[in-house]
């Protein structure tokens, strides 16, 4: 009767009928500005509610006292609280918090270096009863926890099992809140069978991969079992084995069914004698590498597949990747095809540019530049130039977006740099042309777990090794204290006429404690060598600022780059051979590789001298030490992703991809593997997910792509 029943979802009784995809605020005891609350993290249907994953688990039997507390152990334990100390640091706004608890077996300090949102220290108050949970660790020689779990005590929560889930604490929602919530949505939600069918995982995957159900993995993940506490915690039990698998599957599908779709297009049909890119070739100054030539067959191979190209290329700073696409517009040009090159700054459009004039006009390719400062007289004739099909080959910053830029047939699409830009960008200058060939370049090296979920749709070439006759860099790890001696080393490089950067994590200092801060320092360092000519660049400066500064170091008119991070990408300075690099420890790897990569350009013995503080641990020392060791950026990046995680790799457009709500990407690799293998088996299968047990896979790929515009 009432079949088509609006929403809210209630039945004559007034009673919820919840679904999966019922918004949250239905949810009793949600509302309205509760519901805001969780929209801001994503939580927005009854099913993103009951996928917010307890972050651990907490066994409460022990009943363990502060005597008996052991390093590294992860407790639960009831305290009485004495006193919350607020400590200033230094000279900055910065504060410590230090809350002292006790039990009648001791005392224990709680330390917060951040506060964990506003109000959380102020709510407490001495002598009340709290439930702290949280690792024991040795500060100093003493025993401490930092950053802990704290609770007021709740006589409800105390009265439960003894096995609990925890789930990560925010503003207005306490663990103990978010396990109500959950557990009160997923009984509405067992209490209708219609729910129940919905499991995105195939029975026929599920029977083969040795998978428990949906439901049965979310209620089991909310209600764990006592006897089961250790597998709950290592997150090995069946629950997290199926939703990590499920998390990876469906990304897996996802990228798949992108690669099959873009494959089933067509592109331009290439037919050539490859005699203009053999007489390009011959006509260089020096001969390709073999990654180059590898990396060149594989373009034209994608070219001869009547399919668009869809191709990233990785290879180490340096390692001649320009040239590469440089030869994959000549081979378009052999059919009278236009390419196009999008490059992050104006300097490297400047740069490549010119590269491009040097190697290519020389043989009828006529190649326009487009950037911001493009005069609008030239504009003019430029775009009139692209329409009729006149340039073969555009370089050029984002302005090659602008609408005006219209191509007569534009065939290749180069981005250079891609993490630079966002995916509409690249889907923007892509729509140029009539599914054009696409290239996409990075000196970024991505460990293979990382490249797979996050180019899975692209087919991948590295480029391993550099041009021959480059000598390498010497890389040393310094403690500050060497930092003089390390100074007067550049300062006779320079004196032979050689120029060199230092380059410092941040601007300001109010941001980290006890960090030099780069214009401080450079006034020092100004003071210091008086007779070097210097010269800043931070993030604080306008674009067109940092293009000068940078043309000019270039052109020899300053000695030292004192600078933050931004240092341009792909910038080739050959005459500056020295990279000094202060608070090592505070980057990751990869991007010191890329900072060390900025030197050793030109024909001049280069130096990487990284600087760490004095306040470092082991780890980060080990860390950055294994600079000197290793100049391949792979190995580099596997190392990174071990100790960092993936944040490191990607620009914040692409993190988005590979933030998982309960898999890991370095500990769930062989998982990931698997779960690739199955997607990739139940997509080729049934390419238009058409089975009816592969339906919430499809409506998960609707919704997916609605998202995803690239
Ligand atoms: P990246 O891969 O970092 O973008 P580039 O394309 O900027 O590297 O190349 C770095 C430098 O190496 C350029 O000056 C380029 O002319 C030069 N180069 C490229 N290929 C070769 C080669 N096969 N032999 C020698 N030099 C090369
Ligand atoms: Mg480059």
């Known amino acids: 009767m009432n079949s088509t029943r609006p929403k809210p979802p209630f039945n004559k009784n007034k009673t919820p009928l919840l679904e999966l995809k019922t918004p949250v605020q239905y949810v009793k005891g949600v509302g309205p500005t509760l519901g805001e609350a969780l929209a801001k993290h994503g939580v927005k249907t009854v099913r993103d509610l009951i996928e917010v994953f307890p972050r651990t688990y907490e066994d409460r039997r022990s009943g363990i006292k502060?005597?008996?507390?052991?390093?590294?152990?992860?407790v639960s334990m009831k305290a009485q609280l004495i006193k919350v100390q607020s400590i200033p640091l230094g000279r900055t706004h910065r504060r410590i918090y230090d809350i002292t608890l006790q039990d009648s077996s001791g005392v224990i300090h709680c330390k917060f270096f951040r506060v964990p949102y506003k109000g959380y220290f102020e709510r407490f108050k001495p002598f009340q009863d709290i439930r702290v949970v949280g690792k024991v660790i040795d500060y100093r020689g003493r025993l401490e926890f930092h950053h802990p779990d704290l609770r007021d005590i709740d006589p409800e929560e105390e009265l439960q099992d003894e096995v609990i889930p925890v789930y990560v604490e925010m503003e207005g929602i306490s663990s103990f809140k978010w396990q109500k919530l959950i557990r009160f949505a997923l009984s509405l939600l067992m209490k209708n069978p219609e729910n129940l069918k919905f499991d995105t995982l195939p029975v026929s995957v599920r029977e083969k991969a040795g998978l428990i159900g949906y439901f049965d993995a979310i209620q089991a993940i909310h209600y764990p079992a006592k006897d089961k506490y250790t597998e709950y915690v290592e997150s090995r039990s069946p629950s997290h084995q199926r939703l990590i698998f499920e998390e990876f599957f469906l990304l897996e599908a996802f990228l798949y069914s992108k690669k099959l779709r873009l494959q089933k297009e067509n592109s331009p049909i290439y037919q050539s004698d490859g005699k203009l890119k053999a007489h390009?070739?011959?006509?260089?100054p020096f001969q390709l590498t073999r990654g180059q030539l590898n990396a060149v067959v594989d373009i034209e191979?994608?070219?001869l597949s009547g399919h668009p190209m869809h191709r990233l290329i990785q290879g180490d700073v340096g390692c001649g990747k320009t040239l590469v696409a440089f030869l994959a517009a000549v081979m378009m040009k052999e059919n009278s095809y236009q390419s196009c090159i999008m490059v992050p700054t104006e300097i490297l459009a400047d740069q490549h540019y010119k590269n491009a004039i040097n190697y290519l006009s020389g043989h009828g390719i006529s190649i326009a530049l487009l950037t911001g400062k493009t005069k609008l007289s030239e504009r003019r004739e430029l775009f009139e130039n692209l329409a009729a099909g006149q340039v073969d080959l555009l370089i050029g910053t984002h302005a090659v977006l602008e609408d005006d830029v219209v191509f007569k047939n534009l065939s290749l699409v180069v981005i250079d740099e891609q993490h630079r830009f966002g995916v509409n960008q690249r889907a923007k200058l892509k729509a140029k042309g009539p599914s054009p060939h696409f290239l996409v370049m990075t000196a970024t090296p991505i460990p293979r777990t990382l490249s797979m979920t996050v180019f899975g749709d692209l087919d991948v070439t590295v480029i391993k090794e550099l041009p021959p006759g480059r000598m390498p860099i010497q890389t040393r790890a310094i403690f500050q204290n060497k930092q003089g001696p390390a100074l007067d080393f550049l300062k006779q490089q320079i004196q032979k006429g050689r120029q060199g950067y230092i380059v410092f994590p941040l601007v300001e200092e109010s941001e980290k404690i006890d960090l030099k801060n780069a214009t401080e320092e450079f006034d020092r360092l100004k003071q210091m060598f008086p007779d070097l000519r210097w010269a800043l660049l931070h993030g604080k400066m306008k674009p067109v600022e940092k293009e000068e500064i940078m043309v000019a170091f270039k052109d020899k008119k300053f000695d030292v780059l004192v600078s933050t991070t931004v240092i341009e990408v792909g910038v080739d300075v050959p005459n500056a051979n020295i990279m000094m690099i202060e608070h090592a420890e505070r980057f990751g790897l990869s991007q010191l590789h890329q900072l060390r990569g900025r030197v050793g350009r030109g024909e001049h013995k280069s130096f990487c001298i990284l600087i760490m503080g004095y306040?470092?641990?082991?780890?980060?020392?080990?860390?950055?030490?294994?600079?000197?060791?290793s100049t391949d950026g792979f190995e580099i990046a596997e190392f990174d992703l071990k100790i960092r995680g993936p944040g490191e790799f990607l620009g914040t457009k692409q993190s988005g991809l590979?933030?998982?709500?309960?898999?890991d990407l370095i500990k769930d690799q062989d998982i990931l593997f698997e779960a690739r293998k199955y997607a990739a088996d139940v997509v080729n299968k049934d390419p238009g997910l058409e089975k009816s047990e592969n339906i919430f896979i499809k409506q998960h790929l609707l919704e997916k792509k609605n998202a995803d515009i690239g």
């Open 301 to 303: 191979n994608d070219f």
């Open 66 to 74: 502060i005597r008996d507390l052991k390093l590294d152990q992860l």
């Open 658 to 663: 590979v933030s998982f709500k309960i898999a």
């Open 615 to 629: 306040a470092v641990n082991e780890e980060s020392r080990e860390r950055v030490s294994f600079m000197e060791k």
């Open 280 to 284: 390009v070739i011959a006509s260089l």
